[in-house]
C-alpha cells in the first residue's frame, strides 16, 4: 500500500473516530458530570472537539452560492465544485453516495477508478471532483465533506446524459 493511500486511510479513520467518540459522549441519558469530577483527557476532548461542532465562529463551511446541480455529457469530463470557506487544518473529502465511496482525501485520489481526480489549486478556497469520460452510471449524488466533528457536507447531484437526449430536446424546442 502505498504512503499516499496509508496517510489518507489514517486521516479518514482519525476523523471517524472523532465523530464515533463524539455520538458516544453525547449520548447519555444520565446528568452530565461536573468540570470536577472529569479526567483532563475529557475536559481536553470537550474543549478540541465539541466546541467546534457548537458552531464558533472560526468554524468551516461551505460557500452557498456553490452549484448544487450539475449536467454533463457522457464521455466529456465533468467537474463537481465545493468551495471551502476557513478550512484552517481540516480535510476535504468526496464521496459518492450510491456506494458510500471514498473518492477523494485532501488533494489525493483514493479510488482506483483512473476517471476520478481531485483537483486543489494551493492557497484556494475551491476543491474540485473530476470526472474523465463519465457514464451514465456515474449520475446521482456525491458530497463533499469537512473533517470536523462531526464531519459536515455540501450535496452535489451529478446528471450524466447522452447525446440522444440533447438531440430530442433541440427537435422538441420552438425555434
Keep these: 500500500m502505498s504512503p499516499v493511500v496509508s496517510g489518507a486511510k489514517s486521516v479518514l479513520w482519525a476523523s471517524l473516530m472523532q465523530g464515533l467518540l463524539f455520538l458516544i459522549a453525547g449520548s447519555g441519558t444520565e446528568s452530565p458530570l461536573d468540570d470536577s469530577s472529569t479526567d483532563s483527557s475529557s475536559r481536553r476532548f470537550k474543549a478540541e472537539f465539541l466546541q467546534e461542532w457548537q458552531g464558533s465562529v472560526d468554524a468551516p463551511y461551505f460557500d452557498p452560492s456553490t452549484p448544487r446541480n ?26 459518492r453516495h450510491r456506494d458510500i465511496h ?18 486543489h489549486k494551493p492557497r484556494s478556497e475551491e476543491w474540485a471532483l473530476r470526472i474523465r469520460s463519465p457514464q451514465r452510471r456515474d449520475s446521482g449524488q456525491y458530497e463533499c465533506q469537512i473533517s470536523t466533528t462531526p464531519p459536515i457536507g455540501h450535496a452535489v447531484f451529478l446528471n450524466i446524459v447522452g447525446m440522444n437526449i440533447i438531440l430530442h430536446k433541440l427537435v422538441l424546442l420552438p425555434y
Design 70 to 95: 450539475i449536467t454533463g455529457l457522457v464521455g466529456h469530463p465533468v467537474r463537481l465544485l465545493c468551495r471551502v470557506k476557513n478550512l484552517q487544518n481540516r480535510t476535504v473529502s468526496w464521496v
Design 102 to 119: 471514498l473518492l477523494t482525501v485532501g488533494r489525493y485520489t483514493y479510488t482506483s477508478d483512473q476517471r476520478f481526480e481531485a483537483q
